[in-house]
T-cell receptor, first 114, second 114 residues
Framework: GEDVEQSLFLSVREGDSSVINCTYT??????LYWYKQEPGAGLQLLTY?????DMKQDQRLTVLLNKKDKHLSLRIADTQTGDSAIYFC??????????????FGSGTQLTVLP | DGGITQSPKYLFRKEGQNVTLSCEQN?????MYWYRQDPGQGLRLIYY???????QKGDIAEGYSVSREKKESFPLTVTSAQKNPTAFYLC?????????????FGPGTRLTVT
């Protein structure tokens, strides 16, 4: 079945880069996502990558996908205290025209230290 | 302003009572979803709906019910049959579009049953 795994905690110093890792098991995943959740709030979509891409960059965010190893990472450059949150990796299998479920990892709590 | 609203933000109920959580979206999205989030865990899918008057069970549908009478609205009822209803409930929606599977989330409702 589908399974998405993430480490639970990550601490970095303000100004450093953060790298949050995720592994997934379903080789037929077509889309992979990163969501951010601040305390007591809903999830905010940060970025996503199609499975035929290796990398996607969006301002301070860089997503790397290693399809062979089923490994996804999110790098946040120049991490700020406002980046402290829980980050969820999610995968979906796609066929056009249908609503697909997302399978979420358990989330990584990022703590940015001053 | 387009978005997803959930109300109320906090809800308290006595054990044995049914309770309905509201979810409304004005994004003109076709699909809507309900997730449950417990501390230290990822999101688990309760129900989803791809179109008005149709919905499917997710991974943990037991003890819950939904309706989809209007495109904009997807209320979730937590029944007295749900053994452990205290949790954070998140509603999401998505549009059916080629190459797009991202889901957009509401702010969540925290339900406490005592």
């Amino acid at each position: 079945g589908e399974d998405v795994e993430q480490s639970l905690f990550l601490s970095v110093r303000e100004g450093d880069s953060s790298v949050i890792n995720c592994t997934y098991t379903d080789s037929s995943s077509t889309y992979l996502y990163w969501y951010k959740q601040e305390p007591g709030a809903g999830l905010q979509l940060l970025t996503y990558i199609f499975s035929n891409m290796d990398m996607k960059q969006d301002q301070r965010l860089t997503v790397l996908l290693n399809k062979k190893d089923k490994h996804l990472s999110l790098r946040i450059a120049d991490t700020q205290t406002g980046d402290s949150a829980i980050y969820f990796c999610a995968e979906s299998m796609g066929s056009s025209g249908s609503a697909r479920q997302l399978t979420f990892g358990s989330g990584t709590q990022l703590t940015v230290l001053p | 302003d387009g978005g997803i609203t959930q109300s109320p933000k906090y809800l308290f109920r006595k054990e044995g009572q049914n309770v309905t959580l509201s979810c409304e979206q004005n994004l003109n999205h076709d699909a809507m979803y309900w997730y449950r989030q417990d501390p230290g865990q990822g999101l688990r899918l309760i129900y989803y709906s791809q179109i008005v008057n149709d919905f499917q069970k997710g991974d943990i549908a037991e003890g819950y019910s939904v309706s989809r009478e209007k495109k904009e609205s997807f209320p979730l009822t937590v029944t007295s049959a749900q053994k452990n209803p205290t949790a954070f409930y998140l509603c999401a929606s998505s549009i059916h579009r080629q190459g797009s599977r991202e889901q957009y989330f509401g702010p969540g409702t925290r339900l406490t049953v005592t």
